[in-house]
């Protein structure tokens, strides 16, 4: 699995979680491509967190593995 920082256009819209680069915040937080709720029109990235509003990443990098495991 490649653990390096990906343009924003290869990333998985697939449900897989995912760090997302916010380069307005200057930092990352975990989210998902998705529909927002209450919203059938369209999706876009989730972050996990409130980020402070609606934010566009610039790149992308799969989640580690957590402490422990390979």
């Given at each position: 699995m490649?653990?390096?920082?990906?343009?924003?256009?290869?990333?998985?819209?697939?449900?897989?979680?995912?760090?997302l680069?916010?380069?307005?915040?200057?930092?990352?937080?975990?989210?998902?491509?998705?529909?927002?709720?209450?919203?059938?029109?369209?999706?876009?990235?989730?972050?996990?967190?409130?980020?402070?509003?609606f934010?566009?990443p610039?790149?992308?990098?799969?989640?580690?593995?957590?402490?422990?495991?390979?």
């Amino acid at each position: 699995m490649i653990m390096e920082w990906q343009t924003i256009d290869t990333a998985p819209k697939d449900g897989t979680p995912v760090l997302l680069w916010l380069d307005d915040e200057g930092f990352c937080v975990k989210g998902i491509w998705r529909r927002p709720p209450g919203c059938d029109e369209f999706m876009w990235w989730i972050p996990e967190m409130d980020a402070g509003g609606f934010h566009e990443p610039s790149h992308w990098m799969p989640l580690p593995a957590p402490p422990g495991q390979p």
